[in-house]
């Protein structure tokens, strides 16, 4: 009896076994089902995270080491100007070729007969100045006179002038020579002053007589040139010949030799 009793209990009924069997297959996939939620939301939240910071990680990490910067062209030296013809292009044109705003049309005799009559000085101070709809300079704040004279005879020349082209301005004045004991002082004293590297001390009439025997252009050259430890011209790139051979005078006078100084100024 109790062996019956056991067998009975190991044998399920068809609908029980049913749904042991459709609670084993429904268990691994609601895991599995909850396993792909959990890892999309994770992937979301990292992907929100950090869509804000990729662009400007990214952008960081490949950044090049100096950014380069272009200058306008030109740079340190010095800009050339612009031609009349460049300017009106630029600036005048928008009312001198079609005479907006009152402006004398290029080309129109008439209207600018007086305008030329007045002369260039007259016009280019207008012009400076501004005048009615007109600007300064034409708004053209950044253009020089030199510039506004050249777009002036320009315009006039294509409306019946015969106007000079304006002289260009004078460069800049050059720098004053150097004296003789200004080099000296600059750049041969380090080592004629006190006879460093075996160069004739000043003063010292012993060690300046080889050289003053050679004369002030064989001197010179050799000072242009260099020799043993001294540099070419002293180490001063910019010194002109004249301003070597002032020197090299002054150290022979310096040594006794104001004859052969004198003599060789004089030619």
């Not at 009559?117 to 600007?135: E, N, R, Y």
């Not at 253009?143 to 304006?166: T, W």
């Not at 004629?192 to 000043?202: E, L, M, N």
Request: charged content about 20%; glycine content about 14%.
């Amino acid at each position: 009896m109790s062996g019956e009793k056991s067998d009975e209990s190991l044998i399920k009924p068809p609908k029980q076994l049913m749904t042991f069997v459709a609670i084993g297959f429904a268990v691994p996939a609601l895991f599995a089902a909850l396993l792909a939620y959990l890892v999309m939301v994770d992937g979301r939240k990292l992907d929100q995270g950090q869509s804000s910071v990729d662009e400007n990680t990214v952008a960081a990490r490949i950044k090049p080491v100096a950014d380069v910067a272009f200058a306008e062209s030109g740079g340190g030296a010095a800009k050339a100007a612009q031609t009349g013809e460049q300017v009106v292009q630029r600036y005048c044109a928008a009312c001198h070729a079609t005479g907006a705003a009152g402006a004398p049309k290029i080309g129109d005799k008439g209207n600018w007969a007086t305008r030329i009559g007045s002369g260039l000085d007259q016009m280019l101070k207008v012009s400076i100045s501004g005048k009615g709809a007109m600007p300064a300079r034409g708004g053209a704040a950044g253009i020089s006179d030199f510039e506004l004279a050249r777009a002036i005879v320009h315009m006039a020349n294509q409306s019946g002038g015969k106007l000079k082209e304006p002289a260009a301005p004078k460069s800049a004045a050059p720098a004053a020579e150097r004296s003789g004991e200004q080099v000296v002082q600059a750049a041969c004293i380090r080592c004629h002053g006190t006879g460093q590297g075996g160069a004739p001390r000043i003063g010292d009439k012993t060690a300046w007589s080889q050289r003053i025997s050679q004369g002030v252009d064989a001197v010179t050259k050799s000072a242009i040139r260099g020799h043993g430890s001294m540099p070419a011209r002293g180490g001063i790139a910019d010194l002109t010949d004249h301003e070597v051979t002032s020197a090299i005078l002054y150290m022979f006078g310096r040594a006794g030799a104001d004859g052969a100084a004198k003599e060789a100024a004089r030619k």
